[in-house]
């Protein structure tokens, strides 16, 4: 069974920084690429960024320049370091991976960026 838990969310002030991490279970973590998603109050939840297998990386526009995604295949843990956090940063941040058809979840840790 794939389990996937986040952490590390937390409250921010405006320009500050957080580091998320997922830690994978259930599954050859190395083999899968790994996605981190977010939903704001009253929003669809949204793509952030992505790492594949190999280390390639995507992000989308409104976190290019500030978010940076990376892996430990050894831990099976995905990072979100986040810098230069934005009031529209906050969101819960969910970790994701498609597996066997599937793509699984986690419960997601929350993100507050207020003065």
């Known amino acids: 069974q794939v389990h996937l838990v986040e952490r590390g969310g937390d409250l921010v002030q405006p320009g500050g920084s957080l580091r998320l991490a997922c830690v994978a279970s259930?599954?050859?973590?190395?083999?899968?690429?790994m996605s981190w998603y977010r939903q704001a109050p009253e929003k669809e939840r949204e793509y952030v960024a992505s790492?594949?297998?190999?280390?390639?990386?995507n992000y989308t526009d409104s976190v290019k320049g500030r978010f940076t995604i990376s892996r430990d295949n050894v831990r099976n843990t995905v990072y979100l370091q986040m810098n230069s956090l934005k009031p529209e940063d906050t969101a819960v941040y969910y970790c994701?991976?498609?597996?066997?058809?599937?793509?699984?979840w986690g419960r997601g840790t929350q993100v507050i960026v207020s003065s």
């Open positions: 994701k991976v498609s597996y066997a058809t599937r793509n699984y």
């Open positions: 259930g599954l050859t973590f190395r083999r899968y690429a």
């Open positions: 790492i594949s297998a190999v280390g390639s990386t």
